[in-house]
């Protein structure tokens, strides 16, 4: 059997090593457009800001290694132009020449490119690849920049925008949508901006790139609102688009996302090629087609073609959670599922839950709070969950993805058993709380209303401590503090909607059963005061 | 309706608490027979090595703070002392008198107590609530102790040890049993006792308190093997039992594991009473009754009880893994479900597999190798998960026992999705890495031999680097690199069981499929050097 991959990275690399060690005899040929196979993707930000140092750390493994451990025929610097599935042929172009290869199994692993826009010089790059980042760094060193614009607030962006900043350059960060990390809804998202702008990056939403021109000492950057700034490098993270020209060409099914179409098996539209990795349309947390561009998902689909050409069975690969985290300076900030946005856009109907626990046991130091959000359907089965803080935080979320793999719901959350010492986490989890919170919306022990859905004619109950006002306060809202309630209920009106407000939530849930046990028509303001806030920084609230 | 509970701490005032969100109008009184209600008991050894100063950060709250914030009765020193199921009331003695108050509904959550097995003596100490806690913290100082024994080595005694050793203290560990921290296998358990050992503390295993005697400079305590040694305090932390007497006494139903007995709804043999906490017999992983005294059950029997007190139905607390961490300096050990000592003395079938995978990408800075080992039953079901390392090691039990819960097998380790990016993960998760391992155990694709089954008619083949020889080797084996592997088959011997054998199993699984599909009667050694030292280590392999 000859097997050929298109593409040398996460899923060309994964798909070949799998291959081989199902099949010694196989013969299996790598063309991998670059001069890089099997690298660190993931690692090239932080190779910038010198946290990753040595090129040879960003490469797994070279074309010497595959051929010697896994006997596979690597060619870098060959680019596949077209591909005949009649006659089951490639053509390939390397430096000197363009030949022809069989197969009888053909496995399309081209990955994403970066969005550029049409916008490009001298000093703007892409962070593609290792040739790109070799290539940034050269060009800073070179040049000495001391001021950059980074194009986009994704991952790459975010990431980019970090490690530049700690080389002591410094960064603009320009992002054409209303938020930074698309990933996250926008009260999220902003903790994220914080944390970038408290490290000295400047950061600019609603900001796209319109051109970019080279100037004497540097490159000016027309922005979307016609302003202009000068900038010594650019890095653009614009997003990235599956690489399917060339299936496309070849007559391959393109999925409407723009991915290469597979079936679950990751099995393209032809029998004998199979597609990985970046190109490929996946199945969503919603059950219909997307595209996520993500190392995990790739490796998983690696695997499933591997075993597939194989003579297996396995459909691992194709159904993603996009299950993500970042990391920016201290703060951490992840995702799985569905956000609000989407679910929103979607028309799907769900609810949330805000939690803001410590990361561990409050009474053992060094404990953070954190800011967890929960979505989940009517019958309780949980669509999402996104988080920031300084520890801990993709541990909930890859506590969340487990429950979601097996279609759970809020009340597995709130059952789930989790490693407690009080070094490591409370004896209720940050991811029981949120069960706990869902639950208690769900059965109607808390009706709840969002911060975003306050109106004026609701009476708004504060039940924070009068210390704790000094730092903000819901205007026009009146405090009684919690544990003065029972004694001056005769001061809340009956015959009104009331929304009890605290800090995080926890006492106004109290104060709801105080209230409503006594006949009122309380609802909890769900987050409290903090969720109120971070909304409200984030625009959502007028 | 009136409610009467017999304990303060986690069960207790969990119950408490809850009862009163869910009924404003019950009357709730709490007995609490030493003077703290609700507080942190997990934190009491953290208190000893003055990561948690000052007493008042040892309690969650106090009686005034339950009266103020929810309206309950707490009266401390004040011990219950019977039960008349009939007629709905108990006995109560306090300081100055002894009383009776009816119930409609009583709440059992007396805790578990300390074993002594006898040992007692001025200087000798249980370290199981804050009063204790505050006498230990007080002896010290005042006798200026500088050599403290500490008999037991499970969860109190490890932390005790490791917080005393903190406060410049000498410290002797000795455990009763052959290992260690009970819940996990030898070959884990030793990785937390190396620990302990590197940190200055003196580990003794085997080795049991058969008496101690007050002498003029300290104590002196005689071991199990009667050799004798004096130390300035000692600290008993042999484990504890259920307090079930109260119960028993009254003529409720007692679990053979000397816990009360209760149904999946926390209820007693009695209809008016129900129970929560370490006191309680619960349902482990095998289905069968068993004592789990951890915090994070406590809190979901609690809540529980409460709920359905009010009405409700909750049967989520009975049921209990027992996922539980503990840190030993830098050392953080995990685990869930059943380990191996368990399931051999159960007769449970199962099959097991070790890794031993970086915390994070290994090409970004700062990633450390931790030791996971996985239980599962021929079908894939997923029995238990424990391991020890540097970092995120409790993260990987937490998603293996949200796994758990569903009665999931290792192909959803397999699948499972989980947040990466360089900080956090590989690509390729720890747990992921854990379920491909047992998949290729299980579908034979990688038979595997365990390091404590190697016989000496076994060809042992180590695949390793020469390089890597140094830090020891398998008695007999014989070296080929793995990558000469397939230009050296002609070394192998044929008919013969060829035990392959790398670093951690990973190039031992590559040997193994070079060496099958070349016609090679080959076996992957589980877990490699790596876990054959640890196995050696620990006693497992002569």
């Known amino acids: 059997m000859k097997v050929l991959i298109v593409g040398g990275v996460a899923g060309g690399a994964g798909a070949a090593t799998r291959l081989r060690r199902l099949d010694e005899s196989a013969d299996i040929i790598i063309f991998e457009r670059g001069k890089h196979v099997s690298y660190a993707n993931c690692g090239l930000p932080y190779y910038l800001g010198g946290e990753i140092k040595g090129e040879e750390n960003l490469t797994v493994a070279t074309p010497a290694f595959l051929k010697k451990r896994f006997n596979i025929d690597v060619r870098v610097n060959s680019e596949v132009v077209a591909i005949d599935l009649k006659a089951r042929k490639i053509s390939v172009r390397s430096a000197d020449r363009e030949y022809a290869e069989s197969y009888d199994k053909l496995v399309l692993a081209p990955g994403a490119k970066a969005n550029t826009f049409g916008i490009s010089g001298d000093g703007v790059f892409t962070l593609k690849d290792v040739t790109d980042t070799l290539s940034i760094d050269a060009y800073i060193a070179s040049k000495e920049v001391t001021e950059v614009l980074v194009a986009g607030g994704g991952f790459i962006g975010t990431e980019t925008?970090?490690?530049?900043?700690?080389?002591?350059?410094?960064?603009?960060?320009?992002?054409?949508?209303?938020?930074?990390?698309?990933?996250?809804?926008?009260?999220?998202?902003?903790?994220?901006?914080?944390?970038?702008?408290?490290?000295?990056?400047?950061?600019?939403?609603?900001?796209?790139?319109k051109s970019v021109k080279n100037v004497d000492d540097g490159i000016e950057a027309e922005f979307t609102d016609s302003s202009r700034?000068?900038?010594?490098?650019?890095?653009?993270?614009?997003?990235?688009?599956?690489?399917?020209?060339?299936?496309?060409k070849a007559g391959l099914k393109i999925s409407p996302t723009g991915g290469i179409a597979t079936d679950d098996y990751m099995l393209t539209s032809d029998e004998n090629v199979y597609a990985a990795g970046d190109a490929v349309a996946v199945i969503g947390a919603d059950g219909t087609e997307t595209l996520v561009p993500l190392a995990g998902p790739a490796n998983r689909q690696a695997r499933s073609v591997a075993t597939n050409i194989a003579g297996g069975k396995d459909s691992n690969g194709r159904r993603v959670f996009g299950a993500s985290v970042v990391k920016a300076f201290s703060l951490t900030a992840a995702c799985v599922g569905k956000n609000e946005k989407q679910l929103k856009a979607a028309g799907v109907k769900y609810l949330k839950a805000y939690a803001f626990?410590?990361?561990?046991?409050?009474?053992?130091?060094?404990?953070?709070?954190?800011?967890?959000?929960?979505?989940?359907?009517?019958?309780?089965?949980?669509?999402?969950?996104?988080?920031?803080?300084?520890?801990?935080?993709?541990?909930?979320?890859?506590?969340?993805?487990?429950?979601?793999?097996?279609g759970g719901t809020v009340n597995d959350l709130?059952?789930?058993?989790?490693?407690?010492?009080?070094?490591?986490?409370?004896?209720?989890?940050?991811?029981?709380?949120?069960?706990?919170i869902a639950q208690n919306i769900l059965t109607g022990l808390c009706p709840t209303v969002y911060p975003e859905e306050l109106t004026e004619d609701a009476f708004v109950l504060d039940v924070r401590n009068p210390s704790e006002l000094a730092s903000g306060r819901i205007p026009g809202s009146v405090n009684v503090p919690l544990d003065e309630l029972r004694s001056n209920l005769y001061k809340i009106p009956k015959n009104r909607k009331i929304i009890v407000s605290c800090a995080v939530g926890l006492r106004g849930y109290l104060g709801v059963r105080i209230l409503k046990q006594a006949g009122f028509d309380a609802y909890n303001l769900s987050g409290g005061f903090k969720a109120y806030t971070l909304l409200k920084k984030a625009g959502k609230i007028r």
């Open 161 to 209: 925008a970090e490690n530049l900043a700690k080389r002591g350059i410094k960064v603009t960060l320009a992002e054409f949508g209303q938020q930074i990390m698309p990933p996250l809804d926008p009260e999220i998202a902003i903790m994220v901006q914080e944390e970038l702008e408290a490290n000295g990056i400047k950061v600019l939403t609603g900001m796209g790139i």
């Open 229 to 248: 700034a000068r900038f010594g490098a650019v890095v653009l993270a614009m997003g990235v688009k599956p690489e399917s020209a060339l299936a496309e």
């Open 357 to 406: 626990p410590m990361s561990h046991a409050g009474y053992y130091p060094g404990a953070k709070q954190m800011a967890l959000k929960l979505l989940f359907a009517p019958d309780g089965k949980v669509l999402g969950a996104e988080g920031a803080g300084k520890e801990f935080v993709e541990k909930q979320i890859d506590v969340i993805s487990a429950v979601m793999k097996f």
């Open 414 to 436: 709130a059952e789930l058993e989790l490693c407690y010492a009080p070094p490591f986490n409370s004896a209720k989890s940050p991811v029981n709380m949120l069960g706990f």
